[in-house]
């Protein structure tokens, strides 16, 4: 399956858009074969040796295309590459076919430690060369090209001398992969830190983008008693997400987009409501479109 199967894949309901396939789901996903676009999975909880976990996914993979997220690559770190962890990872992806694989600019391990979050990385010119090299080792090893998904962030660095747009762009000039543009992470990340995520949209490095994320955010407080808003994927997506997506779709055109719903799970019929107005919005936006930035 190519990249452009992938992007304009079948389906009047929801014509590009996927969601996150979860086991709770299978029956009502093979009984009624939904017209969506592709299915995304998180690598890690396919790396065992076989078993019911994978019988589901081959079953979803002779119906629908597959794209494969990883989250604990931790691409960011300022040590070594899990040789373990990428050889799984490579394994998962020979084993299932993926049409696209992603993994997230952050860092998760430490001198054999593991942190179950996705940290934040100072936006450096010694951090951006170590991404680059990592993702340069993981394109090698999958023999293939990768996406790199723009964080959800809480503290911003003060060393940092580049702007996270002009970070994700020079990753991707210099390693030649390609950006997973997340909209929730873009404006929960704007609304910490009070910055227009429109601008933020108008400098991204479009051009390198090949799937885009959404998802449902929480709202908390700061301990200074501000508001702060959570990538938490446990809620429908948010009205103003839903816009700045519209935005994106437009500069973009028709560009494979999954609802991420990760906790608090729903009925299958709520997700699936979710993808279908993803896929409304994206044919409105592309509709009202006189030029589109032409992505990989």
């Known amino acids: 399956m190519t990249i452009a199967d992938f992007r304009y894949p079948?389906?009047?309901?929801?014509?590009?858009?996927g969601v996150?396939?979860?086991?709770?789901?299978?029956?009502?996903?093979?009984?009624?074969?939904?017209?969506?676009?592709?299915?995304?999975?998180?690598?890690?909880?396919?790396m065992g040796a076989g078993g019911p976990p994978h019988r589901r996914l081959d079953?979803?993979?002779?119906?629908?295309?597959?794209?494969?997220?990883?989250?604990?690559?931790?691409i960011g770190s300022p040590?070594?590459?899990?040789?373990?962890?990428?050889?799984?990872?490579?394994?998962?992806?020979?084993?299932?076919?993926?049409?696209?694989?992603?993994?997230?600019l952050a860092w998760s391990t430490h001198e054999g430690a593991f942190f179950?979050?996705?940290?934040?990385?100072?936006?450096?010119?010694?951090?951006?060369?170590?991404?680059a090299e990592h993702i340069d080792e993981v394109?090698?090893?999958?023999?293939?090209?990768?996406?790199?998904?723009?964080?959800?962030?809480?503290?911003?660095?003060?060393?940092?001398?580049?702007?996270?747009?002009?970070?994700?762009?020079?990753i991707a000039r210099r390693s030649g992969c390609g950006l997973l543009l997340d909209v929730n992470n873009v404006f929960v990340s704007a609304a910490n830190h009070a910055y227009d995520p429109y601008r933020y949209l108008a400098e991204f490095p479009l051009e390198a983008v090949g799937e885009v994320h959404l998802a449902g955010y929480a709202e908390d407080s700061d301990d200074g008693g501000l508001p702060l808003l959570i990538d938490a994927h446990n809620s429908p997506v948010r009205d103003p997400v839903w816009a700045l997506y519209g935005e994106a779709i437009r500069r973009l055109g028709a560009t494979p987009t999954l609802i991420e719903w990760d906790n608090d799970l729903p009925a299958w019929p709520a997700?699936?409501?979710?993808?279908?107005?993803?896929?409304?919005?994206m044919a409105a936006a592309n509709a009202n479109s006189p030029e589109r930035v032409d992505a990989v």
């Not at 040590?79 to 696209?100: K, M, N, S, W």
């Open 59 to 74: 079953a979803i993979r002779e119906l629908y295309p597959l794209s494969l997220h990883g989250v604990g690559l931790s």
């Open 10 to 17: 079948r389906g009047p309901d929801a014509p590009g858009v």
């Open 116 to 131: 179950n979050d996705l940290l934040p990385l100072p936006y450096t010119l010694e951090t951006l060369v170590r991404v």
């Open 79 to 104: 040590g070594p590459i899990d040789q373990a962890h990428l050889g799984r990872l490579a394994a998962v992806a020979r084993r299932f076919e993926p049409a696209l694989v992603s993994e997230h």
């Open 139 to 170: 394109q090698n090893a999958l023999r293939r090209t990768m996406l790199l998904e723009n964080p959800s962030t809480y503290v911003v660095f003060a060393e940092s001398t580049f702007a996270e747009t002009d970070f994700l762009r020079e």
């Open 271 to 281: 997700l699936l409501d979710e993808a279908r107005r993803a896929g409304r919005v």
């Open 20 to 46: 996150g396939f979860k086991a709770e789901h299978f029956e009502p996903i093979v009984e009624t074969r939904p017209r969506l676009g592709f299915f995304e999975v998180h690598a890690e909880n396919y």
